[in-house]
Every structure is written in C-alpha cells, then in structure tokens.
Nanobody
C-alpha cells in the first residue's frame, strides 16, 4: 500500500511555469513506477508523464514534450512534474499515480492521489 499526496497546483498565466510534487508514503518508494495523469473538464483522463522505478526511463505525452519534465527524488520519496510554457489547454486536475510494476502509459495504476488543480489563463 502506498499513499500519494500532490501539491503545487494553482493559477498561472499562459507562458508561465509550475512545479507539481507528489509525496509518497507507505511501502518502498523505489519499487514503484510513477506517473502523472490529468483530466480536463469534459474530457477523459490522459497520460502526461511517467518515470520508471529506477528513474532511468521517462515517458512524456506528445502534447507536453519539450515543455514538461518528470523526475523523482528517492531520498525524499517524491516525484515532480516541472511544467514550463504552460498553455490554456493544460488546464486540468493533475493526478499522481503509482504501480509496483513497469511503467505504463495506460491508467492501470492501483494507487492514486487526490489531485491538484492547474488553471492556465490566456
């Protein structure tokens, strides 16, 4: 069992930056692949970025490549999503997810955080 708590969301103007954090507690952090998903109003949940258990591999959705970077700090049991050059279409609730298996871009993660709102104004 692992518990996830996101933070760092907020309101920002287009072109601005935010850094989301997801702190994990519970079982061994290093055994979990981690990911960020988002859900915009009226849309399905979509994969944003993911990172492998070791941190050696990452994956980012085409819509955020070159703008968002996911990383993890095992000592702090935390993953981050650095979001730069934000656009109004990035507005969504962002969720952190964990699975004790290899990284996947599908929402097949048993553990989820409560979500944090990101709003980008034009």
């Amino acid at each position: 069992q692992v518990q996830l708590v996101e933070s760092g969301g907020g309101l920002v103007q287009a072109g601005g930056s935010l850094r989301l954090s997801c702190a994990a507690s519970g079982r061994t952090f290093s055994g979990y692949a981690m990911a960020w998903f988002r859900r915009a109003p009226g849309k399905d949940r979509e994969f944003v970025a993911g990172i492998s258990q070791s941190g050696a591999s990452t994956s980012h959705a085409d819509s955020v490549k070159g703008r968002f970077i996911m990383s993890r700090d095992s000592a702090k049991r935390t993953v981050y999503l650095q979001m730069n050059n934000l656009k109004p279409e990035d507005t969504a609730v962002y969720y952190c997810a964990a699975r004790e298996a290899v990284l996947t871009t599908t929402p097949n993660y048993p553990y989820w955080g409560q979500g944090t709102q990101v709003t980008v104004s034009s």
